[in-house]
């Protein structure tokens, strides 16, 4: 074998190992490539199924949201009728009020007393003995008497409930003979019908 085919053949041989080394690094490659795809691939699974739970959670919370703007708008509603009430209850106080301040005021006529109609809640009522009470002569009538004797016990009346009270008083002291020629006539007596002085 001659020089230039030594030669030649040794050539050959490392271009053929070269290219063995760099198939291999080829793959090695091409390996490492597929690794990162098959890697992204589960990036990209993992991002849908993260995107899916959103969507549940966006649907629920549209769900919640249109369910609370339901609340609220059955609250609204609620806030009106108890805005109804509570002005029906302010018109019906004023007017308990009033019937006070006249039934006071009538009490006061036929004891002798001034009652102060702004006293303090915190402050206790003094009531006057009977013994010291000077009780005027149009207060002296059996009706008027009882009504006297029974505010002199007991606060005001300003209730139906209250009036009921006082009335089965006076119609209990006639039923019970202590002056059977006299016939009550309470609302006459509270609410100043009369024109007795």
């Known amino acids: 074998m001659t020089e230039a085919n030594k030669t030649f053949n ?25 690794e990162r795809i098959d890697g992204r691939r589960e990036e990209i699974e993992a991002l849908e199924n993260w995107k899916e739970d959103m969507q549940g959670v ?18 609204k509603g609620e806030l009106t009728t108890l805005k109804d009430l509570v002005q029906a209850l302010v018109t019906k106080t004023g007017e308990l009020e009033d019937d006070k301040v006249r039934l006071t005021r009538r009490v006061s006529e036929l004891t002798g007393e001034v009652r102060d109609l702004q006293r303090k809640c915190n402050e206790p009522e003094v009531r006057v003995e009977e013994e010291e009470l000077e009780v005027p002569e149009r207060a002296k009538s059996p009706p008027a008497r009882l009504v006297v004797q029974y505010c002199q016990g007991h606060s005001t009346p300003t209730t139906t409930s209250a009036l009921s009270r006082l009335r089965r008083v006076v119609r209990g002291h006639y039923k019970s003979g202590r002056n059977p020629k006299e016939k009550p006539n309470l609302n006459r007596t509270l609410f100043g019908l009369t024109s007795k002085g």
């Open 10 to 34: 040794s050539v050959l041989e490392a271009s053929v190992l070269h290219m063995g080394n760099v198939g291999s690094m080829l793959m090695d490659e091409v390996a490492h490539v597929n």
């Open 58 to 75: 966006i649907h629920g919370q549209e769900d919640s949201i249109f369910q609370q703007g339901a609340n609220i708008d059955l609250l």
